[in-house]
């Protein structure tokens, strides 16, 4: 009777090892393949993401599909514009940018007077915030010189994408840096799980400092 309590006792430890594995590998699964964690640092897409944001991005919906039976069965979807996705930035691939997609492969792109043409044509933006709005003059306002007003024509090459903020006239964005290569691309950024304020205050102000609007945000 003792030996089959001391089997049964491993029998269940041995389960609860088993669990606790599996557990630990699909975290794993989900947070390398799945989804990540990104917290916004500036405010570079105000004021649709502020700094203090953090998001859950898809990662997997941008994955690249070996097999044309890969792309019939795994929901796989292609780059659009409006999306706004998490990649590697370009000149420094260790760090992670978040930006939205304008222009897609093979289109002309030209910024006139702030307003940005796709193909010649306007393009309607109303999620765009400006420091300094097209035709209006101000202190420290962009001149015509800048690329903030005027860029391009360029256009966008094969397998890449040209990347803006929302915050037109305070984003590094393609403007400065180029265009993005589509393997630098992480994945597409889905909700606002959780949003901090004002972060200096410690722990007091803790509770406070939680933006409890914009928890569960979707972002589009």
């Not at 009777?1 to 975290?27: G, N, P």
């Not at 993005?180 to 606002?192: D, H, S, T």
Request: proline share 7%; net charge neutral; glycine share 6%.
């Amino acid at each position: 009777m003792a030996h089959s309590t001391a089997e049964y006792r491993k029998s269940t430890a041995r389960e609860y090892l088993e669990s606790i594995c599996v557990a630990v590998i699909l975290a794993l699964f989900v947070r390398t393949f799945v989804v990540q964690a990104f917290k916004i640092p500036t405010g570079s897409m105000e004021p649709n993401l502020l700094i203090g944001d953090h998001l859950l991005v898809n990662k997997f919906n941008f994955a690249p599909a070996l097999t044309r039976a890969e792309q019939m069965v795994l929901p796989i979807d292609p780059i659009r514009r409006g999306d706004i996705i998490v990649f590697k930035y370009p000149e420094e691939p260790e760090r992670d940018f978040i930006k939205r997609t304008i222009g897609l492969p093979g289109e002309k792109l030209e910024l006139k007077n702030k307003r940005v043409y796709i193909n010649d044509k306007m393009l309607d933006e109303p999620y765009v915030h400006y420091l300094f709005p097209p035709g209006e003059e101000g202190q420290d306002a962009p001149s015509d010189f800048d690329v903030r007003v005027t860029y391009g024509p360029v256009t966008v090459p094969a397998n890449h994408y040209f990347m803006m903020g929302d915050n037109r006239d305070n984003s590094q964005d393609s403007r400065y840096w180029g265009f993005l290569p589509r393997e630098y691309v992480k994945g597409k950024a889905l909700f606002v799980y959780f949003s901090f304020g004002d972060e200096q205050g410690g722990l007091s102000n803790l509770f406070t400092s939680i933006r409890w609007n914009r928890i569960f945000h979707q972002i589009h």
